[in-house]
């Protein structure tokens, strides 16, 4: 899968651009304030329906415009799909893809996987499980196509379970919500469970490369202890205290990946480059893995690729990066530097001021 063509209208300062894309990789260059992590985000837009910057969409129209317009083709194996997306102020939004309209924004989800990495990916880390979920449950959902229906279901279900908490005086009044939640959370979490364990080795060889002094462990936490007893008595047994918070307190909504060093969380021990790198080991994991396992591809976006990186891990990162095959939108502020860094065909696209030129191999 890749990104052949892309058109934006009214997005943040871009104004209006047509960009093709023929290489894999994709250098984004330009001063600060010049429009390129909008550029990243209108294809982050157009593979997810929603931006990792904002979720009004008022924010992210051009200013005195009432919407904006994306147009994309997606290439898989030759096969072109045009995705269209126009999105107004007012909440109102249209998608069509094949020249068909699509109600459902997630269908995008099925056209373009991507994988975002910007100087806040750390947060992957320090921040809370629900970071390390979504990352888990990213490739879980490529993996594995019962997953996302499972999913929903299970977050429909734990909805209607904790507002029925809030008012029932008894356990008994819980349980007919409590069959079917135990039977999807196990199967949740095997799902879960099997792909992270076909993931592990690829995590641990990445990390072996990007942080060889550190001895990582790597631990997949379903939500509950299932070594001590099923998860209908944390249910039950847990009833009094979730009654009294209002939400469930054991259950795959809990779910973990822990990582840690010598007992430590990582996020404790590792400096804030480490802690990118580490990020960038993750994701390109997971790259690897659709791309090797489930022979999809996906792309990656990455946001200030040199931020808080040394010379030397910028090299290391550069060259796995473009090992992996995937195709790959990279910004950067400085263009001498990245250029001898990526030194296969790639494309340079120059941003100013929401303008974006791509130069031509002769004018570098
Ligand atoms: N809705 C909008 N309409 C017009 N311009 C906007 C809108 N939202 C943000 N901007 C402007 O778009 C410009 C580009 O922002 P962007 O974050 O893409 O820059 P950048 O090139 O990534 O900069 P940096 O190198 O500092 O990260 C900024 O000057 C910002 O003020
Ligand atoms: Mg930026």
Redesign the pocket.
Known sequence: MSLSKLVIH?????NSTTLTFKNKINLIV????????????AIYFLGLGRSF?SHLT????????KEFTLFSEINQQGLVTPIGLQKSKNGDSTLKINGAISKKLANLTHYLPLQLITPESSTLLSGSPKNRRAFLDWGVFYHDPLFYHNWARIKRLLKQRNAALKQCKTYNELQIWDNELCLLSDKISDQRQSYFELLLPLIKSTLNDFLPDFDISCQFFCGWDKTNKPLADYLQDNFPRDNQLGYTTAGPQKADIRFKIEGFPVADVLSRGQLKLFVYALQLAQGLFLNSIDKKQCIFLI??FSSELDQTKQQILAKHIAASDAQLFI?V?DPDNIDKLFSQQHSVFH?E??QITEQLETNR
């Open positions: 009214q997005f943040r300062n871009i330009g001063p600060n304030g010049s429009g390129k992590t909008s550029l990243l985000e910057r008022s924010r992210i129209v051009q200013h005195d415009h946001d200030d910004s502020i941003v001021h929401g």
